[in-house]
């Protein structure tokens, strides 16, 4: 069945880059995405990328993607505090049906 | 545009008692969804409805039912409340080819 896996943590300097990784298990998603949500609010997209891409910036994110090893990674460039938020990733395998990772939480240390 | 909206934020349920979250978009979307959110577990699809008039199941929808009352409003209902569905419950609805979801702020509901 479909699986996608995220780390759960991550911790970076305020001022650093921050990478957050992703591997997905099913090879038809058209489009693979990230959402932020931070603390007692809905998700928000934050950028999404088409399969036969393998980058995609959009100012400070970049989103990189390698398809043969079903590998999706987030790099948000000179990370802030108001970044701090939980990161999801998430495949649409079947169209209209959506799997989510379960999230990392990013923390920014200032 | 309020975008996606859910009531109620809170709920606090005796297990076996009954409720109904509501959500809504202004959006014009044709798919909404329903979600739980758990924590370590992501987001879990409970139903959904790719236009009015139709349902789906999704991931986990037992003890769950839902109505697509017209093209704006999703509800969910839960019949007889159970402590295994204490969580945050999330609405979604999706836009445009890419499939962009946009959620709702979340209904926090704990069964005692």
């Known amino acids: 069945g479909e699986d996608v896996e995220q780390s759960l943590f991550l911790s970076v300097r305020e001022g650093d880059s921050s990478v957050i990784n992703c591997t997905y298990t099913?090879?038809?998603?058209?489009?693979l995405y990230w959402y932020k949500q931070e603390p007692g609010a809905g998700l928000q997209l934050l950028t999404y990328?088409?399969?036969?891409?393998d980058m995609k910036q959009d100012q400070r994110l970049t989103v990189l993607l390698n398809k043969k090893d079903k590998h999706l990674s987030l790099r948000i460039a000179d990370t802030q505090t108001g970044d701090s938020a939980i990161y999801f990733c998430?495949?649409?395998?079947?169209?209209?049906?959506?799997?989510f990772g379960p999230g990392t939480r990013l923390s920014v240390l200032p | 545009n309020a975008g996606v909206t859910q009531t109620p934020k809170f709920q606090v349920l005796k297990t076996g008692q009954s409720m109904t979250l509501q959500c809504a978009q202004d959006?014009?979307?044709?798919?909404m969804y329903w979600y739980r959110q758990d924590p370590g577990m992501g987001l879990r699809l409970i139903y959904y409805?790719?236009?009015?008039?139709?349902?789906d199941k999704g991931e986990v929808p037992n003890g769950y039912n839902v109505s697509r009352l017209n093209k704006r409003e999703f509800s969910l209902r839960l019949e007889s409340a159970a402590p295994s569905q204490t969580s945050v419950y999330f609405c979604?609805?999706?836009?445009?080819?890419?499939?962009?979801?946009?959620f709702g702020p979340g209904t926090r509901l704990t069964v005692t």
């Open positions: 998430a495949e649409n395998p079947h169209g209209q049906n959506f799997v």
């Open positions: 099913d090879s038809s998603s058209t489009y």
């Open positions: 990328i088409f399969s036969n891409m």
């Open positions: 959006m014009n979307h044709n798919s």
């Open positions: 409805s790719a236009s009015e008039g139709t349902t």
């Open positions: 979604a609805s999706i836009a445009g080819e890419s499939y962009e979801q946009y």
